[in-house]
């Protein structure tokens, strides 16, 4: 089992920064593939960024790629989301995720645990 609690959202006008992390417990994190989603609405949710239960090896949507950096810190249990440049178009909410599996997806049904969601908004 894995609980997983995000924080970090806010307000952002265009270009700006923001962190988003993810607390997560459970014995399971430390051999969990994680990831970050995003969902707009009226929109499916999507695929952000993903990194190995190592923190060797990282994904990202076209979309975020240079953009966006996704890391983990073991130690303290979190998952980060750098966002830097931001657009009106991140606009979401936010959704941190963990599978039980060594192998990277980009895909929503492989994920077994997702936090609550955090919003982000860029706007000037």
């Not at 988003?20 to 459970?26: D, F, K, P, R, T």
């Not at 440049?85 to 039980?100: F, H, Q, W």
């Not at 994920?111 to 955090?118: I, L």
């Amino acid at each position: 089992q894995v609980q997983l609690v995000e924080s970090g959202g806010g307000l952002v006008q265009p270009g700006g920064s923001l962190r988003l992390s993810c607390s997560a417990s459970g014995r399971a994190f430390s051999s969990a593939t994680m990831a970050w989603f995003r969902q707009a609405p009226g929109k499916e949710r999507e695929f952000v960024a993903t990194i190995s239960w190592s923190g060797g090896t990282t994904d990202y949507a076209d979309s975020v790629k240079g953009r966006f950096t996704i890391s983990r810190d073991k130690a303290k249990n979190t998952v980060y989301l750098q966002m830097n440049s931001l657009k009106p178009e991140d606009t979401a909410v936010y959704y941190c995720a963990a599978r039980e599996s060594q192998f990277l997806s980009v895909r929503v049904t492989a994920y077994d645990y997702w936090g609550q969601g955090a919003q982000v908004t860029v706007s000037s």
